[in-house]
């Protein structure tokens, strides 16, 4: 458990001596009074000044005797609990501890609760990445160092690739956590959570994004495709829907409400509650787009397509589609063709192709522009440009008097 190390050498010529823990797979490091010369040391390094050792085996004697009264206890800890305990923190502090993955999975738990699905699910798929990795389940929030977060990368780019998005996105869902602890449980006068291991880490460089939108040509494949089987229909329909209601996400299909005016106006799930606006956005359906509104339309009148009654989660709806739309890529010459593609094409072919500004492809895509934000707060509300945008984007693609290479 205690190993003496002998530092570098200060500039005054002496090296300090600490004292590494090494504790349950984590270890930590101790300063002593004590430094020594060159003198002091033998041929390997070691330390021969007797009195020095002695000293240093009498403060070894100390601690162990110490360490005793802590019984069992002493089985859950930290090398940087047993620390903390060694240098008389109280022993309600050092007994202290806070699983960081069950944090994480509660954290996740309350996202979805306000409608942050994806954020909930990235953050619950980053925590079991990270048990993957240490190989249990439960893991303390003092054990998460700058080498571990490091180690967790490597392992991370070993399975997915050099500059994989997991190796940077998932230790970001981790910090958020791990910030959000910090602040919790940190007072003025109290300091649980210490080290702050993300400052020191080493930055994750990502390879170029792979395209996620198709070209015109693809999509019009799509559009053509003939009838094949249940969920390879509803997932070329889908998709299109999506496409002919401006990038309208899965979930918010799910979630939609009824169809009220000619009109599909919903709060985009991603965003609505990090916006005073709730991220509401209501387009008026496309010509395109009716007979497939019609083909999907549900039962229920609270909402506008019939998903909620074929599928019990909004997970299952998208496991269904991700599975069919693997099929029409195929069928297309797509390789792994993503839902998001066809929110990430209209916005490609509007601002390219059918000559719409990007101001109102962020309004049709429902960002908010920063640096107009306050200014916007003025402005009535008006669907009109983002309706008229849509008309362009879809003249371009299926009026038929575009060549497309």
């Known amino acids: 458990m205690f190993t ?8 005054d010529g002496t090296r300090p001596v600490r004292i590494r823990i090494a504790h349950n797979y ?9 430094a020594v010369t060159e003198k002091d040391l033998n041929k390997k390094g070691q330390i021969k000044n007797m009195q020095i050792l002695d000293g240093i085996n009498e403060l070894l004697r100390q601690w162990r005797r110490k360490l005793e009264t802590l019984g069992m206890a002493a089985r859950g800890m930290t090398a940087r609990q047993i620390a903390d ?3 008389e923190k109280p022993k309600e502090e050092v007994l202290w501890r806070l699983d960081i993955c069950e944090y994480m999975e509660r954290e996740a738990d309350k996202l979805w609760r306000e409608g942050s699905v994806g954020t909930s699910e990235l953050r619950n798929t980053a925590r079991r990445s990270l048990q993957a990795y240490l190989g249990r389940q439960s893991v303390d929030i003092n054990e998460v160092t700058t080498s571990l977060l490091n180690g967790w990368v490597q392992w991370l780019e070993s399975r997915n690739g050099k500059g994989c998005r997991a190796a940077s996105m ?36 990502q390879g170029a994004p792979k395209p996620r939108s198709v070209t015109v040509g693809q999509l019009r494949a799509i559009a053509a495709l003939p009838d094949r089987g249940l969920r390879f229909n509803q997932a070329r329909d889908v998709f299109l829907l999506s496409f002919f209601l401006m990038g309208m996400n899965s979930v918010d299909f799910f979630n939609c ?5 000619g009109r599909v106006t919903y709060e985009r799930t991603k965003t609505r509650t990090r916006r005073d606006d709730k991220a509401l956005i209501s387009v008026a359906i496309p010509a395109e787009a009716v007979p497939l509104v019609e083909k999907y339309k549900g039962h229920r009148r609270e909402y506008a397509f019939k998903f909620r009654e074929r599928y019990s989660t909004r997970r299952e709806f998208s496991a269904a589609l991700n599975k069919g ?28 192709e059918a000559g719409v500004d990007k101001y109102t492809v962020h309004q049709a895509l429902n960002h908010v522009d920063g640096k107009t934000a306050i200014t916007d707060i003025y402005i009535r509300k008006s669907w009109e440009p983002i309706d008229k945008a849509n008309r362009k984007v879809l003249d371009y693609v299926f009026g038929g008097d575009k060549k497309v290479e």
């Open 4 to 11: 003496i190390r002998i530092k570098t050498v200060r500039k």
């Open 26 to 34: 984590t270890d930590c490091e101790l300063g002593t009074v004590w």
């Open 85 to 87: 305990f060694l240098t």
């Open 170 to 205: 998932y230790p970001s869902q981790l910090r958020a956590v791990f910030n959000k602890a910090r602040r919790e449980f940190n007072t003025d006068t109290v300091t649980r959570i210490p080290n702050d291991p993300f400052s020191r880490m080493e930055r994750v460089r």
């Open 257 to 261: 409400p009824a169809v009220k005016d």
């Open 325 to 352: 739309l693997k099929e029409v890529g195929e069928a297309v010459g797509v390789d792994g063709l993503q839902f998001y593609a066809a929110r990430h094409t209209w916005a490609t072919v509007a601002v390219n």
